[in-house]
């Protein structure tokens, strides 16, 4: 059984870091590329970032590019996202995926796999 699961969500001041990690179990990542998605009280699910699993190519949302890292251990099967200089506007339930035929990075319908979600809050 296929499994992701995400942690390291909590609550920061505004310029705070967090890094999140999402632990992959249950089948061999080595072909699927992995992405980060958060979703707002109110707000539709929105595309944060991601990387393809073993070439190493990274994509970000423009709202996050150059305060966010998406990182990955193929070894652990494990995928992180640090987060730095965090805002207010940041704050949502995280989301880890997975996909293996994925061709819009931002569409998170195309990953096949998703975990429960971890829950950034970032405070004024």
């Known amino acids: 059984q296929v499994q992701l699961e995400e942690s390291g969500g909590g609550t920061v001041q505004t310029g705070g870091s967090l890094r999140l990690s999402c632990a992959a179990s249950g089948r061999a990542f080595t072909s699927y590329t992995m992405g980060w998605f958060r979703q707002a009280p109110g707000k539709e699910r929105e595309f944060v970032a991601a990387?393809?699993?073993?070439?190493?190519?990274?994509y970000y949302a423009e709202t996050v590019k150059g305060r966010f890292t998406i990182s990955r251990d193929s070894a652990k099967n494990t995928v992180a996202l640090q987060m730095d200089s965090l805002k207010p506007e940041d704050t949502a339930v995280y989301y880890c995926?997975?996909?293996?035929?994925?061709?819009?990075?931002?569409?998170?319908?195309?990953?096949?796999?998703g975990g429960q979600g971890t829950q950034v809050t970032v405070s004024l």
């Open positions: 995926a997975a996909g293996r035929y994925v061709f819009r990075y931002d569409k998170s319908n195309e990953y096949t796999y």
């Open positions: 990387i393809k699993w073993n070439g190493g190519s990274t």
